[in-house]
């Protein structure tokens, strides 16, 4: 087994997920990206296919057997392929309603964000229940099969803000219509930030007065109110910037 470059004549040209790292050449698949492999690629015992495990690892996949509920394969090569960003961005969003939260959650994959926290606020719309954060970790494994990005963006459980700033990095941020402009130099020093983006209605005085209270820099994205997934990735591209 190689650990350079992948081989890639032949391969099928969708990525697929291994929700284990392997631990020897033979793999399995899940149950769903097995329906997915056999019933809607079509793929024979032979073809070969491209997988990730979602921490750095891609795999060149010889598959050995094809049913409608299992798939197994041999892994042939493997190779550490990081498509991250140099500076780690945490998005901490009051989510939006509905099917927006895929919309922002596939985005911010495309976008090289490291960690989304849902944002427990005062004037939320959406609460991070259990069931909300599977669906949300689930649109991350697709997104990046789409984007090719070998490393899973992490989606923790629901936080209030200051969960989130107890442990802050040194760069923290706010977004907030009254906040300062933000400077074109900002994120020069920063290697680690987290930015906090509140509800459709907004932060409460309370909650921006405790966020300034705990070291984070209140910063405005312009003279128009942005929708909750408009500012994330607004920032979100910024800081890649």
């Known amino acids: 087994m ?15 997920f291994l929700e284990t790292p392997p631990v020897e050449e033979r793999v399995i698949f899940d149950e769903a990206e097995s329906q997915h492999l056999a ?29 409608k509920k299992k798939v197994e394969g041999a892994i042939r090569d493997k190779a550490e392929v990081s498509r991250e960003s140099s500076r780690q961005l945490t998005l901490a ?45 689930r649109a991350v494994i ?3 099969k789409q984007c090719r990005r070998n490393h899973l963006m992490v989606v923790e459980a629901g936080q209030t803000l200051g969960q989130v ?5 040194a760069y923290s941020l ?26 459709e209605g907004g932060f409460s005085d309370e909650e921006v007065a405790q966020a300034v209270e705990l070291g984070c820099q209140v910063i405005s994205l312009g003279p128009r109110i942005l929708r909750v997934e408009t500012a994330a990735l607004a920032i979100a591209a910024l800081v890649q910037h």
Not at 7 to 14: A, F, P, R, T, Y
Request: glycine share 8%.
């Open 142 to 144: 697709e997104a990046s």
């Open 93 to 137: 969003v009051a989510l939006p309603k509905g099917d927006r939260q895929r919309w922002l959650v596939e985005k911010a994959v495309e976008l090289g964000v490291t960690r989304l926290i849902p944002l427990i606020t005062k004037r939320g719309v959406a609460q991070p229940v259990e069931k909300a954060i599977e669906r949300l970790r």
């Open 165 to 169: 700033l107890a442990n802050r990095p």
């Open 174 to 199: 706010l977004l907030h219509p009254t906040g300062e402009p933000l400077a074109a130099n900002t994120f020069e020093a920063a290697n680690e930030i987290v930015a906090l983006i509140g509800p």
């Open 2 to 16: 190689h650990s350079g470059s992948l081989i890639v004549k032949g391969l099928m040209s969708d990525r697929f």
């Open 39 to 67: 019933k809607v690629m079509r793929a024979q015992i032979g073809d070969l296919i491209t997988a990730f495990d979602g921490t750095g690892w891609e795999y060149q996949i010889e598959l050995t057997s094809v049913g």
